[in-house]
């Protein structure tokens, strides 16, 4: 299995959805934590399938505009 390299933009997005679902669903954080670990797994087993963590109602075309 290769190493996980997270993108520093990615680590950003995770910390806004954990603090979001803190503050707004905690009995949705821990899920969406062990969610998370598990998509890295399958990250590290098939790289370059995920570049960002970003929830499915914001404008994602408009997030990616300029994104590398």
Same mark, same amino acid.
């Given at each position: 299995m290769?190493? &996980? #390299?997270r993108h *520093?933009?990615a680590? &950003? +997005?995770? *910390?806004e959805?954990? *603090?979001?679902? &803190?503050q707004?669903? $905690? *009995? #949705?954080?821990l $899920?969406? /934590?062990d969610a998370?670990? =598990? @998509?890295?797994r =399958? %990250?590290q =087993?098939?790289?370059a %399938?995920v570049?960002? #963590?970003?929830?499915g109602s914001? +404008? /994602?075309p408009a997030w990616?505009q300029?994104? @590398?």
């Open positions: 290769k190493p &996980l #390299v *520093e933009r680590d &950003l +997005d995770v *910390e959805a954990v *603090e979001y679902y &803190l707004h669903a $905690p *009995e #949705v954080a $899920p969406f /934590i998370l670990e =598990q @998509t890295y =399958q %990250i =087993q098939r790289p %399938i570049w960002r #963590v970003l929830h914001r +404008d /994602i990616l300029g994104e @590398t």
